[in-house]
């Protein structure tokens, strides 16, 4: 066999590995694709079991490995929260009245949770909000801060691309037109504050009052939580 020949024998054998290559992707990401359809398509059934009953519809984003009874439990790749067709497949507008997202947001860059308020935004029943929580970057801890922070040393922190503040927040909300409600949060001054939230609004297990940490250590492990809906020109309250 010449050089040249066996080029292109060694050719045909790149270009048939490649097409093998590129047939197993297509089909693993076609079954990806047909088992979400088929994830979504059952979700829907059962918001739609939820509306006929005539129940809040409750849904919690991003919930891992959570489960709170008489919530709708979501998380990747089911619901994309940052993808407007998958909330129009599972939700009609103006069905959902509450969201949960408890260190979730954190995760998104600044413009993509701002992305995520304008597609939830006419989901959203009448009286219906969000309820947000993220770590506090104004926490006094500074052993706190650095878990948390952007490449903070906490687990999941390595994917951390904001770490806000009530500031931040607030800021945010209202520019995107949203009134809020500040449940707990630390002030510039080390100030912790706190309202009485009900938990059947959005349980956050990372809060003042619910995660085991404080109670050897009170407030070692809070979050920045705060309820959230599309409002009018008013900007929200502290307390």
Known sequence: MSDKD???EDKGVSMSFTKQ????WQSTALRKELSKR????LLRKRVARIAAGGEPLRVVIGSGDTNYEGWVMTDLPILNALDRRDWGYLFKRGSVHRVLAEHVIEHWHEDEFCAFLRIVRPFLAEGGFVRLAVPDGFHPDPAYIDHVRVNGVGPGADDHKVLYNHVMMTKLLSEEGYDYRLLEYFDENRGFHQLNWEETDGFVYRSAGHDPRNAEIPLSYTSLIVDTWPGSEDSGFYV
């Open 38 to 41: 088929k994830a979504q398509f």
């Open 21 to 24: 290559i590129r047939g197993w």
């Open 6 to 8: 066996a080029s292109f």
